[in-house]
């Protein structure tokens, strides 16, 4: 019989969710040798992205309980599985919404992993990054660039590479107007993104006390919702070429449509159920469109964090010991974070 340390079982401290609507639980998870083409990581920081309320709240299907929520993972390779060929021990590397993917599904075949209709997703239904250790399938791992530190990545694995990917794939070019609605954890490396892509960025967000954070950021412009007609700011401007959506509530999202360009589009990367209401005159007279984005693979994360230690663009980052997890979660509800709560271990 093998003791615990010839299997190299780990012990791994972890806060868990077991059931909607339950407090996250720090309790122990044994985390063994990896399969096949896995690597087991030493978790050195994970943000807290708002989505982590999808298991933590219960509001999204498939949500595998007990489960370990976040998805805004960096980590050492600690563990290499035998059939790995990329990764070595020591590697620093980050997993994000993207945890593993079937390939076999059209989706896959065609490349397209993160549509993938088995996606297994950190904090969903399978263990994510509120842990000491966790276990992931190199080819979903992004290598992390040396200029970024831990922390500081960590929310580019889901809050960066949603918003740079979305900004690059939206059809805007350099010197349009952009405008980024939300200044939360997605909203302001949107507004970074977005300029550093030299785009003319306009940043929406409610109240005054994000100005100043705006303008640090890279807006050139902002309005506040709370005080200001958006869809007549936008139209005094001649209309915005792009408008990202980062919020969490969808009839905040439906006065970008007015303010857009002909041609405009609306990019929806916030996460609400509830209905956006829109008429089709609002859409054909102006040619306008809308279009959603979600996240992107292991090769979008690298290329966001290169064009990052590029460029300059770094979240805005409160930092908890993991022990004050729930601390860390509460204050990113609260919407007080400023901008994104990171647990570090
Ligand atoms: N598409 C994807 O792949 C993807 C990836 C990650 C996250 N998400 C989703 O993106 C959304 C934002 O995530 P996050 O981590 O950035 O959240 P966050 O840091 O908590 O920020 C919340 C944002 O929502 C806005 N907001 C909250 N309540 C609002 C209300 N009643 N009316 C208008 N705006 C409101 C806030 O606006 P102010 O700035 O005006 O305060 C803030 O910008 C969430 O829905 C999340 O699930 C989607
Ligand atoms: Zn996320």
Redesign the pocket.
Known sequence: MKTAEQLKVRTASVAEVTKPGAKLEVTKREIGLPSSRHVILKIQACG????D??PIEGHFPGVKYPVVPGHEIVGTVEEVGPDCKRLKKGDRVGVG?HGGHCAICPSCRSGDFITCSSLETPGINIDGGYAEYASFPEEVCAMVPKQIESAEAAPLL??GI?TFN?LRHSGARPGDLVAI????????LGVQFASKMGFNTVA????DD?APFAKQLGAKLYIN?ERQNVAEELKKLGGVKVALA????A??MTPLIDGLAIDGRLV?????VEPMQISPVQLLMGRRSVS?????TAKDSEECLEFAALTGVRPLIERFPFKNVNEAYER??S?K?R??AVIEF
């Open positions: 807290i992205c708002h989505s309320s999808f919404w889901c809050a949603t979305a609605l939300g200044l939360g954890g997605l909203g302001h929406i967000a409610r109240g994000k919702s980062t919020v969490t509530n009839k905040a929806v990367v916030g996460a609400d959603g984005w979600p996240s992107g990113m509800m919407g974070a901008f994104r």
